[in-house]
């Protein structure tokens, strides 16, 4: 298995409040991506980074944010959680146009 | 923009049989693709992966094809067993920075 971690895995959180999500690899690969998983809309990308401090948008990114300050570490930040973010989030990484790989996953619970 | 269709949703086969999963695409500017399967629960595991100058690629039982021309790729599972009981998803890459768009999935269960 690819060497990424996601944490927390599983994280309940109230209405208004901030969530910072972290990806962690040991891989040393360029891309890193956020997705979030939900029923009925599949997996959408949410944003990625090509490069330690280069970042861009994907197709779901309002009331998200990314930084990524290390090539290891890519974080994903709900400035106000609401309650359409509640879905499962999916970290992954790659070399460019080559394989992508997952983390595990973290679910989130907005209440 | 991109859009992808797996047809059947679900499937539900009897241990043994050889089966297809389609996957089929709007947008034949793409370059790679690749299969997962998920567990339920779990996160997506890699199964296969076509790069665009190729046609197909092939894994033990696992076998898909790439038809750009058509606007469609099948995963092929041979001797299907239980443990193949997962969602599979096919996705392809287009543009720059390698990403995916996603298809909406096919639910496999093969019973005993």
């Known amino acids: 298995d690819a060497g990424i971690t996601q944490s927390p895995r599983h994280k309940v959180t109230e209405t208004g409040t901030p969530v910072t999500l972290r990806c962690h690899q040991t891989e040393n690969h360029r891309y890193m991506y956020w997705y979030r998983q939900d029923p009925g809309h599949g997996l959408r990308l949410i944003h990625y980074s090509y490069g330690v401090k280069d970042t861009d948008k994907g197709e779901v990114s309002d009331g998200y944010s990314v930084s990524r300050s290390k090539t290891e570490d890519f974080l994903l930040t709900l400035e106000s959680a609401t309650s359409s973010q509640t879905s499962v989030y999916f970290c992954?990484?790659?070399?460019?146009?080559?394989?992508?790989?997952f983390g595990p996953g973290t679910r989130l619970t907005v209440t | 923009k991109q859009e992808v269709t797996q047809i059947p949703a679900a499937l539900s086969v009897p241990e043994g049989e050889n089966l297809v999963l389609n996957c089929s695409f709007t947008?034949?500017?793409?370059?790679?693709l690749q299969w997962f399967r998920q567990d339920p629960g779990k996160g997506l595991t890699s199964l296969l992966l076509?790069?665009?100058?190729?046609r197909e690629q092939t894994s033990g039982r696992l076998n898909a094809s790439l038809d750009k021309s058509s606007g469609r790729s099948t995963l092929y599972i041979a001797a299907s067993q239980p443990g193949d009981s997962a969602t599979y998803l096919c996705a392809f890459y287009t543009g720059t920075a390698s990403k995916l768009t996603f298809g909406t999935g096919t639910r496999l269960q093969v019973t005993l």
């Open positions: 992954a990484i790659s070399q460019g146009m080559y394989e992508q790989y």
């Open positions: 076509i790069q665009s100058s190729q």
């Open positions: 947008d034949s500017a793409i370059y790679n």
